[in-house]
């Protein structure tokens, strides 16, 4: 009232009326009051006696519950509706969705390849002779080879492997070519690059192959050629992949993993973001049941899921030119299911989770590692052991992908496959389970420090209050890493492998019995007729059919054909694993024969050693390889979300009007993310990999941590640009995915980089992750020093001052719009 009696003029209201209006002085007056206060009373007194006239009765509520109402189809597509018109409103959101998976599918189906080919080997020739140089031109004359300078020394050859410049070195010794042409045996030294274990065996395979037709051709040629014959033909059939080549193998297995990550991200985020800022909470009030808001929440993604499938099936066909042989209605029926149960894991994802960065962690985690490791994708199911087998029996990718594989390049319908629906349809996630949660500086150089320093202190206490998310990140370091390192094979294990004995000799018994563990699980012998059904149901990858009189012919020198059939969809195992066959059946052959008749040894052997990992163990491998993917997949996701989170929770206006400037804010989030995800990995790196696996270190830990820390500048760089990009946390986990996958799949961890088309490894040199993995691979595997991965390190300088640079200029152009 004291401001009030300053005004020239005011204005006395009541319940929106105004009761009077006039100078203080007047009001006054007109009521005879003392003060302006009392006339004030006095008009509102006045307006209330004539409200209280026309008083009602008093209202007796009912303080009874009312009765709990039936599902309603009605409240069901409401919701619906509601979440339909969110994602309309979002068209970034949406074009991600869609778009994402198109981009994801090209780079993917282009880029990730099963051929081992281009592999640079060099030769130490001691010899020098035409002989020497005609077995190098034997193996340079092969497309799966480039032939690279010439070793001169043990030194040479060691320092040039421990970089990665050659793949294969071959010692040719002294007098090769006398030794040959006296007939005396000779040895020559192989030596392989076995840090990749699942290539080192294909690559041992193709020099065996190499140096037994080179063999041939050197028989062929001897006065009594006939010696030196065959005892039989080994006739392979490659089965549904006749070129085995990785695109009718790859393509057809990308669709169930996008089509699991990108629909389960979304329906998880599309919860919990209503969890965190509490718009849920609005559901109480509302008669809504969990199903009919569950499952509103699910249809418009199995919509979009399935406009999804369409086009991907679209660029299979058009653009990939992979042909669909079988049933389309019997692929897309499995589709709906499939990605029904995409959804549904996201919603059951998102009954865990309390924020939205939890839960774009926990959606790549759950949904990325067993799609890719443990479903079939890569190694077959029937191939994994422990805990991994496990998961992919009841995984719904393993199905999925084998109906995708049956009806796209196997030509099946619904009457081959409708087996492989029931384990589909039974691992649809209970979605009832959705638990309402509660409602819940001064100046100079010292002065930018001490900002960025308080400023980091703020994330790692954000993070540390969220319990779900470090128990994710727990997890992805130590029970990811193990398993990664022990249940995936590196090399040919478990095979699946049939047998059709038509001769049931003595013979052809002993090649049934001499396919046994860890490479081949116990043959299931069948009959011819049953051979056909059992590859297209994928049951197993070998089948082996052994002609009648197979012993008599053998034994006669007739060259009888024994047929090997491989399903070369599985092209992890489809070489390699013929390869292994046909020395299994050469040697049993040979040694049953040598009984009857006597056969010289070869003229030239091989001896293969195997660089850096001597048994091929997949858990020297796996385990490190897991590190360098979470590596980057966290720090992406905890930079790019701690931002996002800034702009929904509305704190950034907090930030702006700071004594702080965005390149403090960006460097806070940068040290503060990069020194959680640089502490968790260097300890699994000890506990996990050294300790609890055994694996040996070759090389320097610090001088790896030392790139950790160089390749955390870029990616949490990455992660800041992406936050810029992304409006909120459903935008920013599709471009989670679009760049994550690439950067985890094209980095040559999961596939060699020489195999991958010209273009895409030159696009992938401008990524950080793929000389951070050449780093880590040199370093960990073949014990490389500094001055053989320097010129690493200054690449990752590079392209992290480049993104570094690039982000915080985005950043300072669009932080004023973040409010």
């Given amino acids: 009232m004291n401001e009030a009696e300053r005004c020239d003029r005011i204005s006395l209201m009541h319940a929106g009326k105004v009761l009077a209006s006039g100078t203080p002085q007047e009001l006054v007056e007109k009521r005879g009051a003392a003060s302006l206060e009392e006339a004030f009373i006095a008009y509102l007194q006045e307006a209330a006696g004539q409200s209280n006239e026309a008083e009602a009765p008093p209202v007796i509520h009912d303080t009874t519950h009312a009765p709990r109402q039936g599902f309603s189809l009605r409240r069901l597509f409401s919701y619906s509706r509601r979440e339909a018109l969110e994602l309309r409103r979002d068209p970034v959101r949406s074009t991600l969705a869609l778009m994402g998976t198109v981009i994801l599918m090209l780079i993917m189906g282009y880029g990730i390849s099963m051929d081992v080919e281009n592999l640079r080997f060099a030769v130490l020739d001691r010899d020098q002779t035409v002989s020497s140089q005609a077995w190098t031109l034997n193996l340079s004359g092969s497309r799966y080879f480039i032939e690279q300078p010439p070793l001169t020394s043990y030194d040479e050859l060691d320092r040039r492997m421990r970089a990665g410049d050659i793949t294969v070195a071959i010692e040719i010794p002294p007098n090769f070519g006398r030794d040959i042409a006296r007939g005396t045996p000779v040895e020559l030294g192989v030596w392989i690059d076995g840090a990749m274990p699942s290539r080192a065996e294909t690559v041992k395979g193709y020099v065996q192959a190499m140096h037994q037709s080179w063999l041939q051709d050197v028989a062929s040629r001897q006065s009594t050629p006939a010696s030196q014959s065959g005892l039989m033909n080994i006739e392979t059939r490659y089965r549904y992949n006749p070129d085995v080549k990785s695109l009718p193998a790859i393509v057809p297995a990308v669709i169930p993993l996008l089509l699991m990550m990108i629909p389960s991200m979304l329906s ?374 701690a931002l996002i989170r800034e702009r929904e929770h509305g704190t950034v206006e907090h930030l702006l009007v700071m004594p702080i400037t965005p390149f403090e804010i960006m460097m806070a989030k940068v040290w503060s993310m990069g020194l959680v995800v640089l502490v968790v990995s260097g300890l699994s790196l000890v506990l996990m990999v050294k300790g609890v696996l055994g694996v040996p270190i070759e090389g320097s830990i610090p001088l790896f941590m030392l790139g950790v820390a160089l390749s955390l500048f870029a990616t949490t760089s990455i992660g800041i640009f992406m936050g810029t990009i992304a409006r909120s946390m459903p935008q920013l986990g599709l471009l989670v995915i679009l760049v994550l996958l690439p950067l985890q799949m094209l980095s040559g961890g999961s596939t060699p980089r020489e195999s991958m088309p010209q273009m895409v490894q030159d696009i992938m040199l401008t990524m950080p992750t793929t000389h951070f993995v050449s780093l880590a691979q040199a370093i960990l595997y073949r014990g490389a020093g500094f001055e053989i991965v320097w010129p690493q390190f200054l690449t990752l300088m590079a392209i992290g001052g480049a993104f570094f640079t690039i982000a915080l200029l985005r950043f300072r152009k669009t932080i004023g719009t973040m409010a």
């Fill in 268 to 641: 998880a985020l599309s919860v919990v973001r209503e969890k965190e800022l509490g718009s849920i909470i609005n559901l109480y009030v509302t008669p809504t049941t969990r199903s009919e808001f569950l499952l509103g929440k699910q249809l418009p993604y199995i919509a979009l899921g399935m406009l999804n499938f369409f086009l991907l099936c679209g660029l299979s066909v058009f653009v990939f030119g992979v042909p669909h042989k079988g049933s389309f209605l019997t692929l897309t029926l499995a589709a709906l299911l499939y990605i029904i149960i995409a959804t549904g894991m996201g919603l059951l994802i998102s009954t865990f989770m309390k924020s939205q960065i939890a839960a774009i962690f926990g959606t790549a985690i759950i949904t990325l590692i067993p799609a890719t490791q443990f479903s079939g994708m890569i190694d077959p199911v029937a191939s994994l052991e422990g805990p991994g087998r496990w998961i992919g029996e009841v995984y719904p990718t393993s199905h999925f992908l084998t109906i995708a594989r049956g009806t796209f390049s196997k030509a099946l319908d619904l009457t081959d496959l409708w087996q492989l629906f029931i384990p589909v349809a039974d691992s649809h996630p209970a979605g009832d389970g959705l638990k309402y949660p509660a409602a819940e500086k001064t100046g100079g150089m010292m002065r930018h420090l001490r900002n960025i320093f308080n400023l980091g202190i703020k994330e790692l206490r954000s993070l540390l209050g969220d319990k779900a998310m470090l128990t994710l990140i727990v997890f992805s370091f130590t029970v990811s890493v193990y398993s990664s390192a022990t249940v995936t094979p590196g090399s040919l294990n478990l095979a699946p492998i049939a047998i059709a004995d038509m001769d049931q000799s003595q013979l052809s018994n002993r090649i049934v019995n001499s396919f046994y563990r860890p490479w081949f699980l116990p043959p299931e012998m069948i009959t011819a007729d049953e051979m056909d059904a059992g590859l297209d149901a994928g049951r197993y990858t070998f089948a082996i059919n052994i002609p009648p009189n197979f012993q008599r012919d053998v034994l006669a020198g007739r060259q009888p054909d024994i047929q090997v059939n491989v399903d070369a969809t599985r092209m992890s195992q489809a070489f390699t694993g013929n390869g292994y066959i046909q020395n299994i059946i050469n040697g049993e052959v040979n040694s049953f024969v040598a009984r009857y008749r006597d056969n010289s040894e070869p003229l030239v052997s091989l001896e293969t050693r195997m660089r850096f990992n001597p048994n091929l163990d997949p858990a020297w491998f796996g385990g490190v390889m897991a590190i360098i993917n979470n590596i980057t997949m966290l720090a992406i996701v905890l930079t790019g979300s």
